[in-house]
């Protein structure tokens, strides 16, 4: 969360856009920004089942990280137009590379709109605009804008672990299936695999020329005196 915190910043002072794809150690619950989790979420509980807790820099629901892939985006916002423009611009990216994956995804039909934060898990239920397999949710997405730059998230789910989410507290429904990259395509795919055809979808439909970031000591810097937050109690409860 500190790193693409960092490549936000990054973004809106040169201007640099980096699409990228990560796992987590451990499963790992994460909440949206504004999210309330005071009185619904249990950390003494995550803690007894050998799960990690952090709260994102970008909005919506919770969900939990083990078998899936994780994506950010970071990119000035003059190049990537509004919110639903660029939702639309990403999911580009998103539904080529998954469909070249081989993947019958498409984009939720926008009949309902984007869910407000509480308690209820990422995964309930597709909001308009995000990414399906026949109906049910494949990718969670959420996007946090700050002077200048954007910074999207993404969830795409490799099995289905979320049900977990529920039992980390009292008043936590549990969703109803989610998509998944295993059952759609008959087979698991290895995250490498996943990373792969979504980069080369951002060559193919964004930039040819893009190509692997290195870390340099300003971003490396910046990262670190992120990691506090990231870190604290007092950011992770907040709400």
């Not at 700050?146 to 979320?162: P, V």
Request: aromatic share 6%; charged share 25%; hydrophobic share 40%.
């Amino acid at each position: 969360m500190a790193l693409d915190e960092a490549l936000l910043a990054r973004a809106a002072f040169t201007g640099t856009a980096v699409f990228r794809v990560y796992g987590w150690l451990g499963p790992t619950l994460s909440f949206g920004r504004n999210q309330a989790t005071r009185g619904s979420y249990d950390g003494s509980r995550a803690r007894q089942l050998g799960i990690d807790v952090v709260r994102r820099p970008t909005g919506g629901r919770s969900l939990l990280h083990h078998r899936e892939v994780t994506y950010s985006v970071t990119a000035p916002v003059a190049g990537f137009g509004s919110l639903r423009e660029s939702y639309g611009r990403i999911n580009r990216l998103l539904v080529g590379g998954l469909q070249a994956l081989g993947v019958s995804v498409e984009v939720a039909d926008p009949r309902e709109r984007s869910l407000p934060p509480s308690a209820a898990p990422c995964f309930e239920r597709p909001a308009a605009g995000e990414l399906v397999v026949d109906g049910r949710k494949l990718v969670g997405s959420a996007q946090w804008r700050d002077q200048g730059a954007l910074l999207q998230h993404g969830s795409i789910l490799i099995e289905d672990d979320q049900p977990l989410v529920s039992k980390l507290g009292d008043e936590v429904s549990s969703p109803a299936p989610a998509a998944t990259l295993s059952a759609a395509l008959g087979r698991i795919p290895s995250s490498n695999e996943v990373a792969s055809t979504l980069f080369d979808a951002v060559r193919e439909l964004e930039c040819p020329t893009a190509d692997v970031m290195e870390t340099d000591a300003e971003l490396e810097t910046s990262t670190r005196r992120l990691i506090d937050r990231y870190v604290d109690d007092c950011w992770t409860w907040r709400r």
